[in-house]
Every structure is written in structure tokens, then in C-alpha cells.
């Protein structure tokens, strides 16, 4: 069974998850822990035996009910088995599960490689991440020390809203909107930042920017366009995003366009050097394509 964050018990309903648990009874085992992720794909056509990496929106429709046969199950570490710690090295713990799992379909052990170069680990990154786009790599060292290496792009940004979440009610801004600007002047909802917000900056975030509040929302506080921040995202992927005009030192919704959205956007620092203009803010130059 799988059981959610709010309790919600979900049985057989997933066949990823049927097809594990058929796999794990075949084994000597009576309980164990495993580590593991959902993730779509679909097998890249200029390769049948590498699977591209779907974008989030494309997961979570499949994943609602759309083409289940594109959700996978990837495992990724051997916690504890018949009630012990696997304490055995993380290369035998991964080989155990690949026997475990052998002939399932919709269930395998995340790619890995024990690199013997550097040349291997930019190999393996340049298929799988930059190829298949895949989100990056988890790298251990001989201490078993683990580092998550993924790919940044950094761009600047403007301000555009303070989201009325988390600790609003208490002075603090734990979420704000960013928007870039389009070659007609026109600012471009890209997404929510909550990521890198200290609770230093929660605090200075509210009692600044709430001095140039413009206009009131019922999620969301729209304050003037002028402060520029830089953001870093792991990645995009294409959305309907709002679209608005500045008229009147207000943002008036104006209509949608497909645009890009963030994945993992975190706050990095104010850019006091930018302004609210195409040469520093603008949407085709940042992010093309």
C-alpha cells in the first residue's frame, strides 16, 4: 500500500507498486526498507534503452491518470532488511536491489557508475543528465559522504508580489513572485520563490517591500515592480503563465502565454544595479527558446 502525507491509503492502486511488491516476495525476505522516487519518462528514440526524463508537468498528468505505463519506480538505496541496517558498501547495496527487481518493467535501481576517471563521471553526466534530462547526480565519496551535483542556470528578476503564505500573519515573507519582461513591455509571471529566504530576510522582505504595496489580492499582496533579485533554478519546463501590463503603477492582467516555469528556484541576492527594464529583467534574453 502507499500512504500519503495525509494519511490517504492508496492499496494496489498504483502498478509500479504492485509490480515491487510481486518482485519483493520472490525474495528471502520478510520486511526491508527501501529508498525510492517516482519519476516519468519514455524511451528516447534515438536510443530504445535510455529513458528520457519527463518534465513535472508531464509527470503528474500520467501520474493522475494519464499513460501510468510512463511512471516509474526508481530505487536508490537499501536502508535496513528483515529489521537491520544494511551497513554493506552502497555499490553492493544497489547490486542487491538489481537482483532483486531483475525482469520488472516499470521498476528498476536509478543509473549509477562507479567512475575510475573524471572522464567517466562527464560521460555519464553528459547522457544523462544533458542527453536524457535526467535532474543531476548524487555523488559519494569513500566516507560515504553524499553531495547532489545538479545543473543551475541564474538569471535577474523582478519582484512583482509577496505570497500571503506561511508566516504572513506574523510579519514575515516566506514567498514572493517573479516576473520577466517581454520585448513589449509586458511582465511575465515565471514563479514563487521560497527558497534561500532566511528569517532575517522574512522580516525585511515584509517591512521593505509591504511600504509599496499597489494592490491587494486574496493569495497575494502586489507591491511595485522595482526590486531585482537574482534567481537560481535546476531547471525550466514550458507553462500557460498570466501575462500583465504595468498601467497606472498597477499590474493589470492582460491575457496568458506559454512560458517557462522554474524547477527548485532559490533566492541568491538583490541586484541594487539592475532595473526593472528589457536590458536587465528581459524574458527572451535570460530564457530563450
Request: proline share 4%; net charge neutral.
Amino acid at each position: 500500500m502507499a500512504i500519503n502525507l495525509w494519511g490517504t491509503i492508496r492499496g494496489e492502486a498504483f502498478p509500479w507498486l504492485r509490480e515491487l511488491y510481486v518482485a519483493l516476495r520472490r525474495q528471502p525476505i520478510n520486511d526491508c526498507v527501501i529508498l525510492a522516487e517516482t519519476y516519468g519518462c519514455e524511451v528516447d528514440p534515438s536510443s530504445p534503452t535510455a529513458l528520457r526524463m519527463l518534465k513535472l508537468p508531464e509527470t503528474m498528468h500520467h501520474l493522475k491518470g494519464g499513460d501510468q505505463a510512463k511512471i516509474h519506480l526508481g530505487l536508490f538505496d537499501l536502508a535496513a532488511v528483515n529489521g537491520k541496517t544494511a551497513n554493506q558498501s552502497y555499490a553492493w547495496r544497489l547490486q542487491e536491489l538489481e537482483a532483486w527487481v531483475q525482469g520488472c518493467q516499470r521498476v528498476s535501481v536509478l543509473p549509477y557508475v562507479q567512475p575510475r576517471s573524471r572522464d567517466e563521471i562527464r560521460a555519464f553526466w553528459a547522457w544523462w543528465v544533458e542527453r536524457l534530462g535526467w535532474e543531476g547526480l548524487f555523488a559519494r565519496d569513500d566516507q560515504q559522504n553524499l553531495y547532489k551535483v545538479k545543473k543551475n542556470l541564474s538569471f535577474d528578476a523582478v519582484i512583482i508580489g509577496l505570497n500571503k503564505r506561511g508566516r504572513w500573519a506574523h510579519g514575515e515573507v516566506t514567498c514572493f513572485k517573479i516576473a520577466l519582461m517581454d520585448k513589449d513591455g509586458g511582465f511575465i509571471e515565471v514563479g514563487d520563490v521560497a527558497s534561500g529566504i532566511d528569517h532575517q530576510l522574512r522580516r525585511a522582505f515584509y517591512t521593505l517591500l509591504m511600504q509599496h504595496k499597489v494592490a491587494e489580492h486574496d493569495t497575494w499582496v502586489e507591491i511595485k515592480p522595482f526590486v531585482i533579485v537574482e534567481v537560481e533554478a535546476t531547471e525550466t519546463f514550458r507553462q500557460v503563465k498570466p501575462r500583465y501590463v504595468l498601467e497606472g503603477g498597477h499590474l493589470n492582467y492582460r491575457d496568458t502565454v506559454e512560458a517557462h516555469s522554474l524547477r527548485h528556484p532559490r533566492f541568491i541576492r538583490f541586484r541594487s544595479d539592475k532595473q526593472p527594464c528589457i536590458d536587465d529583467v528581459g524574458y527572451e534574453r535570460q530564457l530563450p527558446g
